[in-house]
């Protein structure tokens, strides 16, 4: 199925629903929450998932799992989705919060084929068979780290939501627990017992995956400048470091195969 709303056809008896969505560069699919589980792969583009608990940046060719009934928000970055709407009895494994996986080439195919069945496809030879594996495949999947926790204290999220709306390599601690009429040292306790992480490290987290979306349009010289690094080697080492990958891995000319492309990845 195509463009189809997922309460047009979630009340067709079959356990797993692929939809594939083709979205606006840029749209924001507001607050919201399903019934089914959701596993919410984006073929182009970038996602950015947000849940009361935490902010999930999913890159190109990457997907998140949603829990059922989490409720979440979306912003797409030239997005072209492929999902499954699963029911909650189906996947008893399913993570309790959002994770991001990456899709190997097999789930990707499935995933492909699946978008083209129709909502009451046959349970029984290549369709049931296809949809049996995707859950196979899914259920393989280990986290990937391009998140943040969100601390559950109002005056905290909100110091997070702002800073990841407009990250600020010039932010301190200091300036921080000001917000918030605390001491330094009161702040940091209290905001490393909300996320499990120093202010200082969450920020620099929150900047690297600020990162991801603007390399779909910019180079990582133009990416480190624009976000507070010394040079785009400093860049490069501490988003390896992260996320295991360069930064290059996300540019358009390494996805379109361009110089410097590594085209066994």
């Known amino acids: 199925m195509k463009n189809v709303s997922v309460d ?13 969505t083709d979205y606006a ?30 902010t999930w940046t999913v890159p190109p060719e990457r997907a998140v799992l949603i829990p059922a009934t989490a409720r979440h928000r979306v912003r797409m970055l030239g997005v ?11 996947v008893p494994w399913w993570p309790a ?9 097999l789930l990707r195919e499935l995933l492909l084929a699946a978008v083209e069945f ?25 986290p990937l780290p391009f998140h943040v926790a969100i601390p559950a204290a109002p005056d905290l999220a909100a110091l997070c939501r702002a800073y990841l709306a407009a990250p ?27 996320t499990g992480e120093s202010p200082a490290v969450w ?15 910019a180079s990582v010289t133009e990416v480190s400048g624009h976000l507070g690094y010394a040079s785009p080697a400093a860049l490069t080492a501490a988003f390896t470091r992260a996320f295991g990958m360069p930064p290059s891995r996300f540019t358009t000319s390494h996805r379109d195969g361009g110089p410097g492309a590594d085209r066994h990845a």
């Open 25 to 54: 560069s840029g749209q924001v699919l507001d607050w919201h929450r399903h019934r089914r589980a959701q596993f919410l792969y984006g073929a182009t583009g970038v996602m950015v998932v947000d849940t009361p608990e935490g």
């Open 203 to 217: 920020r620099t987290r929150a900047r690297l995956l600020a990162a991801v979306p603007l390399l779909r349009t």
């Open 97 to 105: 919060t959002c994770m991001v996986v990456d899709v190997p080439p």
């Open 8 to 20: 047009n056809v979630d009340h067709v008896d079959r356990a797993v629903l692929p939809i594939g």
């Open 118 to 142: 129709e909502a009451d496809y046959s349970l029984s030879g290549r369709e049931g068979c296809v949809v049996a594996l995707l859950l196979h495949e899914i259920a393989a999947r280990t």
């Open 80 to 90: 072209s989705t492929r999902s499954l709407y699963i029911e909650p009895d189906a």
């Open 168 to 194: 600020d390599a010039g932010v301190t601690n200091a300036a921080w627990a000001a917000r918030t009429a605390m001491s330094e040292r009161a702040f940091t306790r209290r905001f490393r017992t909300e």
